[in-house]
């Protein structure tokens, strides 16, 4: 269910910031990595609510056509990409933000590398706060205790990352309570 509320939240998000967003195009690796599978559903519930029309963007692997995905999301006229985060899609972060920035198509993701990468805006549990939860468990572990006694916790703390700079190029004005509520602005 995390997975779906932070989806939600991220086309939210992208929808402040592209206020006449209707239709999104959702970059996936079909190599057959299952976060892919479901990461386009996660989608589809909150694009309704938000009356925003999706479009899957299939690539594969180990080089994926990119320029031919970013292709058919501007023959589609795509208002926005939003890239589901895998192994072979964050290999190429770099030139997926590229790609989408010269295409002037702006673009979530999930994790603050990709918007540090030139990518406009993320959306996700903080990684930090996660990590520190990961050393709680290995000191509880290591003290005696058994990992199956261990609960699993879902993340408390979330980070929304903007880059001011990539916002810009794109001729996007950022809502002032969208920066006032963001984590980080990259300049």
């Not at 086309?11 to 592209?18: G, I, T, W």
């Not at 892919?36 to 609510?49: F, I, K, L, S």
Request: aromatic share 6%.
């Amino acid at each position: 269910m995390l997975t779906r509320d932070l989806s939600a939240k991220r086309l939210e998000f992208l929808k402040d910031l592209v206020p006449k967003l209707a239709r999104v195009g959702i970059l996936v690796d079909a190599s057959g990595e299952p976060v892919a599978a479901t990461g386009y559903r996660d989608y589809e519930t909150p694009a309704r609510t938000l009356q925003i029309e999706l479009r899957s963007l299939e690539v594969r692997g180990p080089n994926p056509d990119l320029d031919a995905a970013i292709k058919t999301a501007l023959e589609w006229r795509a208002d926005a990409l939003i890239i589901v985060t895998s192994l072979l899609l964050f290999s190429h972060r770099k030139t997926i933000a590229d790609l989408a920035l010269k295409s002037r198509l702006p673009t979530a993701y999930h994790g603050s590398d990709w918007v540090v990468a030139g990518g406009l805006m993320s959306y996700s549990a903080d990684d930090l706060a996660a990590f520190r939860r990961v050393a709680y468990y290995i000191h509880r572990i290591l003290k005696g205790a058994k990992p199956r006694d261990l609960l699993v916790e879902e993340p408390t703390k979330f980070r929304l990352v903007i880059n001011q700079k990539t916002a810009r190029a794109l001729g996007l004005l950022i809502p002032s309570a969208l920066l006032a509520f963001a984590d980080e602005v990259i300049e």
